[in-house]
């Protein structure tokens, strides 16, 4: 059975910043591709940014050159760095492996 434990979300002013971090166990991590999603109230699921298990990365337009995606196999943990946070970037983000597993999500609130 696939676990995620995800942490880092929280309230930042805008332009701050955040790193999210998701643990994996119960599976192979370093063969999956990973992802982080977010939803935002009243909202659809939307892809934020992936990272293949060759590390290729993919960003959605609106966090492109603000957001990064990495991740470390030999922790199974996949990052999310978040930098000139803005008040739309407001949602709850999800760890997703290999668009099938979902972890249970964290909540990023971005207000002064």
């Known amino acids: 059975q696939v676990q995620f434990v995800e942490s880092g979300g929280g309230l930042v002013q805008p332009g701050g910043s955040l790193r999210l971090s998701c643990a994996v166990s119960?599976?192979?991590?370093?063969?999956?591709?990973m992802g982080w999603y977010r939803q935002a109230p009243g909202k659809q699921r939307e892809l934020v940014a992936g990272?293949?298990?060759?590390?290729?990365?993919t960003y959605a337009d609106s966090v492109k050159g603000r957001f990064t995606i990495s991740r470390d196999n030999a922790k199974k943990t996949v990052y999310l760095q978040m930098n000139s946070l803005k008040p739309e970037d407001t949602a709850v983000y999800y760890c997703?492996?290999?668009?099938?597993?979902w972890g249970q999500g964290t909540q990023v609130t971005v207000s002064s």
């Open positions: 119960g599976s192979i991590f370093s063969i999956y591709d």
């Open positions: 990272i293949s298990r060759d590390e290729i990365t």
């Open positions: 997703v492996m290999s668009r099938t597993f």
